[in-house]
Nanobody, 124 residues
Framework: QVQLVESGGGLVQAGGSLRLSCAIS????????TGWFRQAPGKERAFVGT????????VYADSVEGRIAISRDNAKNSVYLEMNSLKPEDTAVYYC?????????????????WGQGTQVTVSS
């Protein structure tokens, strides 16, 4: 069983930055992916980005490309989402998830384990 706990959310002004953390416990494996998704009020959960087990490969959603960076520290069993130039439309609950790296890594269906989420609110 894999457990994920997000932290680092909060209230930030437009143009500001936040760094979210995802602490992972339990069994993980090579070939896995850790993804970030977000869900805004009244909207479906949307892909933000993902990183492979080694931290060598990342994929980002077009909507956040150039403004975010995902990294990982396997010694600390943690994955990070750095967000810059935040906009009010980035307001959402952000989730990290653990699943399989591959062609479907940008889809929620590739992820078997999810955290509870952390709220990010960007004020204008």
């Amino acid at each position: 069983q894999v457990q994920l706990v997000e932290s680092g959310g909060g209230l930030v002004q437009a143009g500001g930055s936040l760094r979210l953390s995802c602490a992972i416990s339990g069994r993980t494996f090579a070939g896995s992916a850790t993804g970030w998704f977000r869900q805004a009020p009244g909207k479906e959960r949307a892909f933000v980005g993902t990183i492979d087990w080694n931290g060598h490969m990342t994929v980002y959603a077009d909507s956040v490309e150039g403004r975010i960076a995902i990294s990982r520290d396997n010694a600390k069993n943690s994955v990070y989402l750095e967000m810059n130039s935040l906009k009010p439309e980035d307001t959402a609950v952000y989730y990290c998830a653990q699943g399989r790296w591959g062609t479907e890594a940008a889809t929620a269906g590739a992820y078997d384990y999810w955290g509870q989420g952390t709220q990010v609110t960007v004020s204008s």
